[in-house]
């Protein structure tokens, strides 16, 4: 895969080849019930099966372009006779109606692989163009911008990717590959220094390299997990006061993270609490899908 950024986690870089793959098998069934002879489009065969169109895939609006690994994915399962020439590169700022690609070959399978091809293209961008926009609102700060677990079900690693392409960071993929304390864990567990003691061994026996994040509601909770030997805080829903509060009472022991409560109103005062990480799970859960077209000339 050409695009590599330095912002993506060896986790997510080692899943993304079958990642793709499988994203695309999985559109791909669920609009026309399969690849190549099992395709079932009864709209395309309208068209000549011997005829041979061009078209061009147009970005209606101002975007961050992610996703172009996905749509030569779309159209190589289901659209073989088909080349894409690119015009613009993954991570491109576009304008809006520029055109992204042109493409030929067979209008039919040009026209089956279309909407799996625009959905990839159009989700992924969103989360690129919004991830962009938090980034350089915080530029000149120490925070950078964080992913979440929020993502859309079976999109994770694609959306955690389009993060790294906008510009933020990549946080652990799911449960399996980090620990993140919240109040049920501690509440369970009687204790931060008692919940933290069994993270520290979990990670001790399974990963050296595990992650441990415990998230704290207030100054009190925080001192307790300082105390305890806590290295990555998430400061849930503090407003900037105790952000500010935090930042003086952590001195530089352990990363902090701000999250909640966070958009572009806010997320410059907050990065200039002095805190580490923001994260923002706004990124991947309610995204706005990037108006994309292709439009179709024979020749």
Known sequence: MEFMNELMSKQVLAQLPETIKANVHEAILEDVGGANGDAKDFTAQLISPTQVSEARIICRESAVICGIPWVEECFKQIAPSVTISWLIQEGDSVSANQTLCTLKGKAQEMLSAERCA??????????????????????????????TRKTIPGLRIAQKYAVTVGGGLNQRI????????????????GSIEAVLTEALKIAAQHDSELSIQIEVENLEELESALHAGATLILLDNFDTAALKAAVKLNANRATLEASGGIDMSNVKEIALTGVDRISIGDLTKNIHAIDLSMRFSNI
């Open 118 to 147: 625009l959905n990839f293209l159009q989700t992924l961008s969103a989360t690129a163009t919004a991830t962009k926009k938090y980034a350089d609102e915080i530029k000149g700060t120490q925070a950078h911008i964080m992913d």
């Open 174 to 189: 799911g449960l399996y590959d980090g620990i993140l304390i919240k109040e049920n864990h501690i509440a369970a567990a």
